[in-house]
Nanobody
Framework: QVQLVESGGGLVQPGGSLRLSCTAS????????MGWYRQAPGKQRELVAT???????SYADSVKGRFTISRPNAKNTVYLQMNSLKPEDTAVYYC???????????WGQGTQVTVSS
């Protein structure tokens, strides 16, 4: 019932920037949290950033000061602005949406981010 569509991944050199976007469609209730996770091959999926309906944000320590999550108009689109990218940021990035009413996560298909010289 809920579908997330991501875009914006690609190949960049260290120090470069990318902006990821995610748009949710379907039945989205007002009580929800949207965020970004990432996963490298053979590693666990880790939380990168979240934003609530009232624009409260949180970040993993590894990306603080470099990444910014935003949710314009507190609607169903979320962005992840990634600056000063490092090779360690290389991963598949996944958008998610958590709906309180259903106590359930919904996931996007993932978009590849590669940081390499």
């Amino acid at each position: 019932q809920v579908q997330l569509v991501e875009s914006g991944g690609g190949l960049v050199q260290p120090g470069g920037s990318l902006r990821l976007s995610c748009t949710a469609s379907g039945t989205i209730f007002s009580g929800n949290v949207m965020g970004w996770y990432r996963q490298a091959p053979g590693k666990q999926r880790e939380l990168v950033a979240t934003v609530t309906s009232d624009n409260s944000t949180s970040y993993a320590d590894s990306v603080k000061g470099r990444f910014t999550i935003s949710r314009p108009n507190a609607k169903n689109t979320v962005y992840l602005q990634m600056n000063s990218l490092k090779p360690e940021d290389t991963a598949v990035y996944y958008c998610n949406c958590y709906i309180y009413l259903h106590s359930q996560y919904y996931w996007g298909q993932g978009t590849q981010v590669t940081v390499s010289s």
